[in-house]
C-alpha cells in the first residue's frame, strides 16, 4: 500500500477513532433522555406533564443518528462532524445536568431557573409572536448597522489618507468615540421624534466608531512605496484609495465590523427596553417585569443564535473576499 493509500485510510472517517467521536453525541443524547423518562418530576413543578423536551431530545438523536451514518458515505461531512462532535456531546451533558437539577430535583429555583421545558414550550407556543420581534430588531440591527458600517468606512478612509482630515477629526473621535452608544440614549430621544428613528442612529453609532478607528489604522500602515509607484505610473488618489489603500486595509476594516455588530447588538437591547414598543429587547424586558423567565431566556436564545449567525455570515464574506491575503494574514 503506499503512502498516499495510507493517509487516505487514516483519515476516513470509516477508521475507529473517527467512529468512536462520532457516537459521542449519541450516547450524551441516550443518556439524558433515559434520565428524562426514568426519574420522577419534582414534587414542587408545575405542570407535571409537558412533552416538549421529550420530542426535543428524540429530534436531537434522530438527526446526530442519521449525520452518524450519512458520514459513512459522505467523507468531508465526516470529518466536521467528528471535530464538532466532542462539543456537542459536551453542551448535551451540560443541558442533561440543568435539566436533572430543575426539572427533576429541584436543587434551584424554578422561577428563575425554568427547566428546559418551559423554555422549549415557549417557542412550540409563542413562536410566530418571537418571529415578530425577531423580524422587527432585524430591521433596526440591519439598519443601524449599514449606516454605521458605510460612515465607519468613509470617515476612516478620510482619516487615515488625509494627514489634514487627521488633524482636526481624529481628536474629536477620540473624545467621543470611546463614549458607549448607550449613554446618547436621553439625547437621542430628545432629538429624534421616534424611537425607532432613535434606535437606528445609536446602532450607527456604536458600529462607527471602531469601523472608523480599525479602517484609518489599517490605511496608515500601508506601506507608502505602494502610493508612490502607483502615482508614478499615472494613478490617480481616487484609484489609490480604492485598488491599494482599502484592499490592503481590508482586514483591519472587517475587524472593526466585527467589534461593530458586538456593539450594536448592544445598543439594540439597550434602545428597544428603553424607547421602543416591539423587538426582542422589549420582549425580554416585559417577559422580565411579568417574571416570566422562561420567555425571557428563549429570548436570550434567540438573539445568541441570531449574532452567532451575523458573525458566521462576515466571517463567510471576509474569506470570500480575502481569499488573496489568505498566506499573510492569520485567519
Known sequence: MSGTDRGSTKGSPRSAAFARRILLPILSLALMLALHRLLPVHSGYRPRRLPYFTAFSWLLLAFFAASALLSLFWERFGRSIAYKAPFFAAG???LNVYN?????????????????ERIIGVFVTDWLFLLRCLVYSLRLLLGGFLLGAVSGVLTGTVIGWSPRFNYWIMPFIRVVGPIPSTAWIPVALVVFFKPTSASVFLIALG???PTTVLTSSGIMNVR?????VSSTLGASTLRNILTIALPAAAPSVFTGLFNGTSACFLTLMAAE???CKFGIGWYINWQRETLAYANVYAALIIIAA??????GLQFRIRNRVLSWQKGSIRW
Open 100 to 116: 436533572l437539577l430543575t426539572l427533576k430535583f429541584g436543587v434551584i429555583p424554578s422561577l428563575y431557573f425554568p427547566a428546559p
Open 273 to 275: 427596553m428603553i424607547g
Open 306 to 311: 441570531t449574532f452567532s449567525f451575523l458573525i
Open 92 to 94: 448535551f451533558l451540560l
Open 207 to 209: 458600529v462607527w466608531f
Open 224 to 228: 507608502k512605496t505602494y502610493f508612490e
